[in-house]
């Protein structure tokens, strides 16, 4: 068969599987299988599904993914991450602390877990209630919480990037530090977004919040496990010292002993963090190992080869190659997350970013970037769900979405920043070559 015909087979069927509702790792396993019989007999093709099913999880490197998920999980049973809102609420003497401080708590924990969806539920779970009993806007309080979550997928460590290097075989220390300095003048947008709020609606923000100062013993607590596990993070990894998997694992190890003496966690905390580590990796694995069997399929039918070459005989310029795909992510974020998204498609399109003259290092945090507009896009926003799950009796989805808005603008240009100035992701990384 030729390659157009295959590419479009699989799509097909996998965007039907979806639509009727199979979980994706089995949707795309269910649509490689009948191209793959199409290649190998059936016994051969029963071992390259056996082969590539559990041979995906021989890849040293792949032992970060639990280890990061699982440091986050510790952080959120254990009182870490809610005292770190504590100590950013009540340290700040501003009007809107509470919004300012929501932000600087999500910024701090995304510098030690990975994941979207953790930081929002763990920052939100307590700046959420407290915000609205203040009398903050549902809207507000909603959207600042919702989009703070996306920068733990930023800041290193980054599940995001983590995969997108895996998947594009780059430095996975180059990409946690191309995403630093976009980090950090997203943070500085968001602050902005609050400010700028509280001009255009001043009822949203109480003008005096009656808060419990912080003990400092009880501030330094959820400051120093932050800080030191960030640090062993990116000093090791960045200084050669270690790998990701080698940096993941002694943090694991340090957030495990410093959850237990400052952030009180308990046999029962690690029990429940260790069942929602297993729990997300049993999906991420069979996604992951799914992923990797498609991709198998559409390499030997030489698709994304076939699919970059179609594109560069157009002679478009680069950059409109690149704002076609920023586009199609972004459309295809509403109704797909981020995960899924990396290992169904990039496999495809990474080597006609390449092939059109675009660093693979910056274009790691572009797409980034673009995954952080997803997870706060309708209909599949995984952060406006989790977020108005926290209350459900007081925020509507449409106050989350609406909410949202300012801050996936704040996204879009960083976006164009990045694109105008590529050194504000490749500066560090080339500094520390």
């Known amino acids: 068969m030729e390659w157009y015909v295959v590419g479009l087979g699989m799509l097909g069927l996998l965007m039907g599987f979806i639509v009727i509702g199979l979980p994706i790792p089995f949707a795309l396993a269910a649509a490689s299988i009948p191209f793959l019989l199409d290649i190998l007999s059936l016994k051969s ?44 609420h009540s340290k700040l003497p501003l009007k809107g602390a509470a919004a300012y401080g929501s932000i600087g708590a999500c910024a701090g924990f995304g510098a030690v877990c990975g994941s979207s969806m953790v930081g929002a539920l763990t920052i939100g779970g307590v700046a959420l209630p407290e915000m609205l009993k203040l009398g903050y806007g549902k809207r507000l309080s909603s959207g600042v919480l919702a989009a703070g979550g996306t920068l733990s997928v930023l800041l290193p460590p980054s599940l995001i990037l983590l995969f997108y290097g895996i998947v594009t075989d780059q430095s996975i220390g180059a990409l946690f530090i191309a995403g630093v300095l976009p980090g950090l003048l997203l943070v500085s947008m968001f602050f902005l977004i609050v400010t700028i709020w509280g001009k255009v609606a001043p009822q949203d923000i109480p003008g005096r919040e009656s808060i419990t100062p912080i003990p400092w013993l009880v501030a330094l607590s959820a400051i120093l496990p932050v800080t030191i596990v960030g640090l062993v993070i990116t000093v090791s990894i960045y200084a050669g010292i270690a790998t990701p998997t080698e940096a993941a694992g002694v943090s694991a190890v340090f957030t495990l002993v410093l959850a237990y003496f400052f952030g009180g966690l308990r046999l029962k905390g690690l029990l429940e963090a260790l069942k929602s580590t297993m729990q997300t990796m049993g999906y991420l694995g069979l996604l992951l190992s799914s992923g990797v069997l498609f991709g198998f399929v559409m390499t030997y039918h030489q698709i994304p080869q076939q699919f970059t070459q179609l594109f560069v005989e157009m002679n478009l310029s680069p950059y409109a190659v690149l704002a076609m795909i920023v586009v199609f992510y972004i459309v295809l974020g509403m109704f797909l997350e981020p995960v899924s998204m990396t290992f169904i498609t990039l496999p495809t399109l990474y080597p006609l970013v390449s092939a059109a003259g675009f660093d693979l290092i910056w274009f790691g945090v572009v797409y980034t970037i ?30 989350v979405i609406i909410g949202c808005l300012p801050f996936i603008g704040a996204l879009l240009v960083l976006l164009f920043v990045l694109i105008g100035l590529p050194d504000t992701a490749l500066w560090l990384p080339n500094l520390m070559e």
């Open 45 to 88: 093709s029963l071992v390259t599904v056996e082969l590539k099913l559990w041979g995906v999880w021989f890849d040293y490197i792949l032992l970060a993914v639990p280890l990061f998920v699982f440091l986050g999980e510790l952080i959120g049973r254990s009182t870490i991450g809610p005292n770190l809102y504590w100590f950013m």
């Open 370 to 399: 673009t995954m952080e507009v997803a997870v706060l896009t309708p209909p599949v926003g995984l952060n406006l769900f989790v977020i108005q799950n926290l209350a459900r009796d007081e925020v509507t989805i449409g106050d």
